[in-house]
């Protein structure tokens, strides 16, 4: 449930504009999920030899020190979060639009106010009661599995109606253009947007690990194929309907499929796919001010970023910081430059995790391993993540470039504010009365005891 998100309705358009062919857009699709098979069975060691909440956070801090875990966690609170939130409200205000206006793009400043609006209610949903966005996380997850259903369903269909024109070997690898590693490259991190969750599995390592019985790798096994199947199956069924000039031309592909083959039940589509990028709007405000909640407690981040409200036990500021980094980020790129952008950083991350499996291997040989997978799988998943950060860094040398400086201002802000422990005195005072401010501001104070602070602590 946590992979399956809002990807799917995004990703398929940027694939097949930088594969150049239905046939290889395809086939990243699969391959795509042979990756995130093998990030997952790294991580699934980690999780279990580095039993902390946190995930990569926890995992970078632990084997490479406080300012690797801190850069990570910065990058996730600047780039990877507030991105992803953008590019789904963005796409949720697209399907909203789509048929508002069926024959052209809707106009740039209705879709940012629709994105923008949609995020403020959210927050304003989750700094009022966990409760009720709890409700909103599992009333808004059917419209996805509906919107994927039944895509897959009426794609069967069209193939028993012989309908496939799209798919034979003749047609599907017949490129409209020879793209380039670059091009390949960049197909993957788009497609890569639709798989980011898969690293969420060891979140539940404590719920799902045996050492005996071996239940996480069993777990990875059965569900990134299952992703996998279902994404592939779901660009099958568009290409059942569409043309790849059709998809490349459309601003929803799942609207223009809907118009195309469900008649007076296209409305289902468009309806289905708001709801499921609503939802994902919510989830991802969950975590990312979980991160900041956590991030602030660990004296990573402000200290303010750690409290919750009085009554209803939320975290507010951490909330709003969030917020206010996706409402910025709304402004400065389109939805797949964007894609580009957070992918890039999020396999940057990745990778930095992965590596310290290897170094956690070198450094402590004799640690107990309920899981440890054969060494050939990180060093497979290490050279793809090599060649993709290569090839996307030289294709998008601004979008990549820009979040890697974005990373390093990490560094001075770590000295400064988290590694400098003895401050002149004017400055704990600024920090001080700020944080008051922010205190009265919010009405926010830290939790007093367990029960609070497992209350603000939103759940995927």
């Keep these: 449930g946590n992979i399956i998100g809002s990807g799917i309705f995004i990703s398929p358009k940027g694939v097949l504009e930088h594969a150049g062919s239905v046939g290889l857009a395809l086939i990243i699709w699969v391959l795509g999920g042979g990756v995130a098979a093998l990030g997952s069975l790294c991580y699934a060691e980690l999780g279990v030899t580095i039993p902390k909440s946190g995930g990569d956070y926890s995992y970078v801090t632990e084997i490479f020190g406080g300012l690797a875990g801190f850069l990570l966690l910065w990058s996730a609170v600047l780039i990877m979060y507030p991105t992803s939130l953008a590019v789904i409200a963005l796409t949720f205000s697209n399907y909203v639009l789509q048929p508002v206006f069926p024959n052209c793009i809707p106009p740039y400043n209705a879709s940012r106010i629709l994105s923008m609006v949609c995020l403020l209610l959210l927050t304003w949903v989750n ?165 900041c909640f956590s991030g602030a407690r660990e004296g990573h981040l402000p200290s303010l970023l750690a409290m919750i409200h009085v009554k209803h036990c939320t975290p507010i500021p951490a909330l709003l910081v969030c917020c206010l980094a996706t409402l910025i980020i709304m402004l400065v790129g389109d939805t797949y430059t964007l894609i580009n952008y957070v992918s890039f950083i999020n396999y940057l991350c990745y990778g930095v995790t992965i590596i310290g499996l290897i170094v956690l291997r070198w450094k402590k040989p004799k640690i107990f391993r309920p899981i440890k997978v054969n060494l050939l799988i990180p060093i497979t998943y290490l050279a793809f993540w090599a060649f993709l950060l290569i090839f996307s860094l030289y294709s998008e040398p601004i979008v990549c470039g820009v979040g890697l400086i974005i990373i390093l201002t990490g560094v001075p802000v770590f000295f400064l504010g988290v590694y400098w422990r003895n401050k002149p005195k004017c400055v704990n005072r600024l920090i001080e009365s700020m944080t008051c401010w922010g205190q009265k501001l919010c009405f926010v104070v830290y939790p007093q005891c367990g029960s609070a602070e497992e209350e603000a602590s939103p759940a995927h």
């Design 127 to 291: 700094s009022s009661s966990v409760r009720w966005a709890t409700r909103i996380q599992d009333i808004f997850t059917a419209g996805k599995l509906l919107a994927l259903t039944l895509i897959i369903i009426v794609g069967f269909i069209q193939i028993f109606k012989g309908n496939y024109k799209e798919l034979t070997p003749s047609n599907a690898f017949d490129f409209w253009m020879t793209p380039s590693v670059g091009h390949l490259a960049l197909a993957f991190l788009q497609g890569s947007f639709a798989f980011s969750g898969w690293n969420f599995l060891n979140y539940v390592t404590e719920e799902l690990v045996d050492p005996r019985r071996q239940n996480l790798p069993r777990a990875i096994f059965i569900s990134i194929p299952l992703v996998t199947f279902v994404y592939t199956f779901t660009n099958i069924a568009y290409f059942t309907a569409m043309s790849p000039q059709e998809l490349l031309s459309s601003n929803a592909v799942a609207v223009t499929f809907g118009e195309k083959l469900l008649g007076y039940f296209s409305w289902v589509m468009p309806v289905s796919v708001a709801l499921s990028t609503f939802g994902g709007i919510n989830g991802y405000l969950f975590t990312s001010s979980r991160l």
